[in-house]
C-alpha cells in the first residue's frame, strides 16, 4: 500500500507547494520570544501585534518574502555601565515569522507604547467561471 503525502493527493492538483508551507510553519511553532496576538479585525483584515518593550522603531526590521512575513528585532547596546539586581526585562535579539496566505499583503505596521502592530489586508479575488468547449473527434470512414 502506497501512502499519499498531502502534497500529492489526486484530488489536490497543484497544490505541492502547501505541503511545503505547512513543514515551513511547523519549524517555526516553536518559537516563543517575542510573545504575539493576531487577530481578525474586519472581514478581511487582521493585526497581528509583538509585545516588543524596550524596541524602538530602528531596532525592529519587518520584511516579506516567498509569502513570509519575518519580523526581527536587534537592539543595539546604549553603552552605559549598568549594574542590574534583577533583570526581567527581555533585551534579546529575536526573529519570529509567520506564513502569509496567497491575497494577504502587508497593509502597514506601527509601533506604539511597546506593541508593534502588523495590518494586513486579504485581496479576495472575483469569482470566474469559465466554460470549456468540448471538441469532437472526427468520424472515421469504415
Known sequence: MTKLSFGA???LLGFEQLERLVERTAKTAGEGYPPFNIEAVGENDYRITLAVAGFRD???AITVEDR???VRGR???DGQERIFLHRGIAARAFQRSFVLAEGV???GAALEHG???IDLRRTV???VVQT???ATAPKSNR
Open 9 to 11: 493527493h489526486p484530488f
Open 58 to 60: 530602528e531596532d525592529l
Open 68 to 70: 513570509q512575513l519575518v
Open 75 to 77: 537592539q543595539a547596546e
Open 105 to 107: 499583503d502587508v497593509a
Open 115 to 117: 506593541l508593534l502592530h
Open 125 to 127: 479575488p472575483e469569482t
Open 132 to 134: 470549456i468547449a468540448i
